[in-house]
């Protein structure tokens, strides 16, 4: 156990090879709570939680998880079952985790407390909440109220069998045993009978529908099945005969439509109109393309002689540029006066700034003498008058720095007073001075400034000057502005003469084009209509059409259509022949399709419609073949349906015959006279065994009988006197509950199926309210009882005097955090 309720730490409990124990220790310690963990590692609640809704305490006071494992071992197979229970962040309590495991044979359990995988335990048998109910009733064999009521005894429940009143034994007993299954059989019973009734009334309906299927109907469908297969063979030997009319039939009237083709190609041949005239618009069309490929030349000529006058000329562009030098010349030459002006000017303001400078520099220094020696004077005087010095610091109010003592008023400054006077003419030296410093630096910055715009002009001037001179160099070797201009005008002369021929030759290229384009027309249109003759002549080249003239189209088309006339006459005469045969043949294809409709007449059978081309025999052979595969389809139809009313009248004897079974198996179960049967069985078998048991725990002083359904003991020591159960003292009382509890769990074993052998049984039961006579003959009952070897017993008390009679005690004892078991004895 780890984070269980009170096992907060990890715990473990071992009970390998103890016959007799007790879990013992201070009321609260946690002692049952060893026998929750046990029960809740099996089904996953606890009798004393409330069930499964109060998983919620399996959890320890502020832990987030809870694990559990138990060892045991069923029928000579050892198992481990896990469960894990975990809070999630909404504070909800769920099982997180669940398992059953059988182990290995010869397995150390003692592995486990190393914190091993459950996945090297041994084989898998549950892996989730929902497979452990089903597996751990496999390995145990007793669902969780008769573990808790055989096995592992809860406190307060050990003596309520013993007291029941009948009817609640009667239901302890129903549920104990299982016998609420001849309910669910009675309901099961009345359901198939239901069903039974249900299906038989399906049955009925089915076999109505099923009434046409008689042996005379199938008997029928056979001999109209024998009819239709003789009419398939008929068919399929008279089609032959057809088959070859309707070849002859199709040949004559391939070689009549071969003429009728013949013919119409033959007719076809016609000459077009307009095939005299190609020739001549072709001829036109060449002659006016050579002018105009004359006449591009010419143009060509004429602008090439332009272009060459033009390049002697000279470059319009260099004279035009050397036109605007001179212009710039001349402006140069204007603006030379008006830059060493400028120069001039500048040169004289900034001379008159820095002698304006200078002079109040001069007035600066003068001033800033007589500051300081003002500032002298100052100082001196206050050496000679102290008096008149510190006074003019004095604040009403203030201790005097000389007396230390309060000044309640400042004395005024006494009239010629050397301070005062060297006080006013400080000021008047300091405000003289700031003044002279203002102007002077006033009129430095204007000097600066002026100095700054003189340096300008004297660069722009500089910069005329190379300008100029520069300008005069490339104008130095020209013939002067006017030849210039001369020039220009004769070279924009020879530009438009130039333009006019360059018009002249694009004017003469676009009329070649057309012309070229015209002579493509008519070279298209004359291969046009050879093509057209070319196919023409194709179509009845089969028919070995005279040679044609190439040179002559008109010529050529002539010949053909002359040629084609002919052969047409030759050919009509032949296609009256053919049409005489086909009608023949025509005839003889009628008469053997009506031989063939005779045959589905005969059968009974509607002929198929007459195809008219060549798969009307594949269409009548299959048309008497499916006529015969659906009578063949209706007469094992017929049959199928026979045999099914067959199957359906065997069934319906069936269903009346589980119908009534289970009717009169609900019958007797719904009386409830079986299970009271069994219920009295059940109870003479516990009472029979609890009474043996009794006998032997008592040295034979008590039986244990019953009367409708009451306990009652037979008291052996005074003359076989019956006693009810409740005058028992209270050792008594629990050796009857003991008795009463083992052969019950004894029971249990041998009526279930599933039960395996049951050799433990643990009691919580409170031991402390039996007085001492009584609690020793409970811990004699309870050490006869083990020493019998049959089982393990275990006993849950906080009583000193039946714990040291038990020999081996697990003590359980808690602290602030956690409890703890510790074993003491062999």
């Known amino acids: 156990m780890a984070g269980f309720t009170v096992f907060r730490d990890e715990t473990t409990v071992d009970f390998t090879d103890t016959d007799y124990f007790a879990l013992v220790g201070p009321t609260g310690s946690g002692k049952s709570t060893v026998l929750d963990a046990i029960i809740f590692a099996l089904y996953g609640m606890v009798p ?236 036109a069309a060449r002659a006016s393309a050579t002018e105009a490929a004359d006449a591009v030349h010419a143009a060509e000529e004429l602008e090439e002689k332009v272009r060459g006058e033009l390049a002697a000329a000279g470059d319009a562009g260099s004279l035009r540029l050397m036109l605007d030098r001179h212009a710039e010349l001349e402006r140069l030459v204007g603006q030379e006066e008006w830059f060493a002006g400028e120069v001039s000017v500048a040169e004289v303001e900034y001379k008159d700034a820095v002698a304006a400078a200078d002079l109040a520099n001069s007035a600066h220094l003068g001033a800033t003498q007589l500051l300081e020696q003002a500032r002298l004077d100052y100082t001196e005087a206050q050496r000679l008058d102290k008096a008149a010095a510190l006074r003019a610091h004095l604040t009403a109010g203030d201790n005097c720095p000389v007396c230390d003592q309060p000044v309640s008023a400042v004395p005024a400054m006494p009239a010629g007073s050397a301070v005062r006077e060297a006080e006013a003419t400080g000021k008047a030296a300091r405000a003289a001075a700031e003044v002279a410093e203002s102007a002077w630096r006033q009129r430095d910055a204007v000097a600066r400034k002026l100095e700054g715009n003189l340096e300008r002009k004297r660069a722009q001037h500089e910069h005329h000057l190379s300008r100029l001179a520069e300008v005069r160099g490339v104008v130095a070797g020209s013939p002067g502005a006017p030849a210039l201009e001369r020039q220009l005008a004769e070279l924009a002369g020879l530009q438009r003469k130039l333009d006019l021929a360059a018009g002249a030759v694009r004017a003469a290229r676009e009329a070649q084009r057309a012309a070229q384009a015209a002579v493509l027309t008519a070279e298209e249109r004359q291969r046009a209509a050879w093509r057209a003759f070319d196919q023409v002549r194709d179509q009845v080249a089969r028919f070995a059409p005279p040679p044609a003239d190439r040179d002559d189209l008109a010529g050529a088309w002539q010949t053909l259509v002359d040629w084609a006339q002919g052969e047409h006459r030759s050919r009509a005469a032949a296609r009256t022949g053919a049409e005489a045969t086909v009608t023949a043949a025509h005839e003889a294809v009628v008469h053997a399709h009506a031989e063939v409709d005779a045959l589905f007449i005969a059968a009974g059978v509607t002929p198929p419609a007459r195809s008219r081309d060549a798969s009307g025999e594949s269409e009548l052979i299959r048309a008497a073949a499916v006529t015969a595969e659906r009578a063949e389809a209706a007469w094992r139809r017929l049959s199928d349906r026979r045999e099914q009313a067959r199957q359906l009248t065997e069934q319906r004897m069936t269903l009346q015959r589980d119908g009534r079974v289970a009717k009169a198996l609900a019958g007797h179960l719904r009386a409830n006279n079986f299970e009271r049967w069994l219920l009295e069985e059940a109870l003479d078998l516990l009472v029979d065994g609890a009474s043996r048991i009794l006998r032997e725990l008592t040295g034979g002083q008590y039986d244990l009988v019953h009367d409708k359904g009451e306990f009652y003991v037979l008291d052996h020591h005074d003359a076989g006197l019956r006693r009810g159960v409740r005058t028992l003292s209270g050792g008594e009382t629990f050796q009857a509950s003991l008795a009463l509890a083992l052969a019950l769990s004894e029971q249990l074993a041998g009526m279930s199926t599933t039960a395996a052998s049951l050799e433990s049984i643990v009691l919580d039961e409170g031991f402390g309210t039996l007085d001492a006579a009584t609690l020793d003959v409970v811990a004699a009952t309870l050490e006869n009882l083990a020493a019998r070897g049959d089982r393990m017993v275990g006993v849950v008390t906080h009583v000193n005097a039946l714990a040291e009679r038990v020999p081996v005690r697990f003590e359980v004892h808690k602290d602030a955090r956690s409890a703890h078991v510790e074993r003491v004895g062999l």
């Open 48 to 283: 004393r939680w409330g069930g499964a809704r109060g998983i919620g305490n399996a959890l320890a006071p502020s832990a987030s998880e809870a694990r559990v494992r138990l060892v045991f071992e069923s029928a000579g197979d050892r198992y481990v079952a896990t469960r894990v229970v975990r809070r999630d962040g909404r504070g909800n309590v769920k099982t997180a985790g669940a398992g059953l495991q059988l182990m290995p044979a010869g397995f150390d359990v003692s592995k486990l407390d190393t914190g091993m995988d459950l996945d090297d335990l041994g084989e898998v048998l549950a892996g989730t909440p929902a497979e452990m109910d089903e597996a751990v009733l496999h390995a145990v064999g007793l669902p969780y109220e008769q573990f808790t009521s055989c096995v592992v005894l809860p406190q307060g429940q050990f003596a309520d069998f013993l007291h029941a009143k009948p009817a609640t034994r009667q239901q302890i007993l129903v549920n104990l045993l299982g016998l609420h299954v001849y309910e669910r059989v009675q309901t099961l019973a009345t359901g198939r009978a239901s069903t039974a009734e249900a299906k038989l009334g399906v049955v009925d309906q089915q076999l109505a529908g099923l009434a046409d299927a008689s042996d005379e109907a199938v008997d029928a469908a056979e001999a109209h099945l024998a009819r239709m297969r003789e009419l398939a063979a008929a068919v399929e030997r008279s089609v032959p005969g057809l088959r070859s009319a309707r070849e002859a039939e199709t040949a004559a009237a391939a070689a009549r439509d071969a003429l009728d083709a013949e013919l119409r190609a033959l007719v076809a041949v016609r000459t077009p109109a307009g095939c005299a005239e190609i020739a001549g618009v072709t001829a």
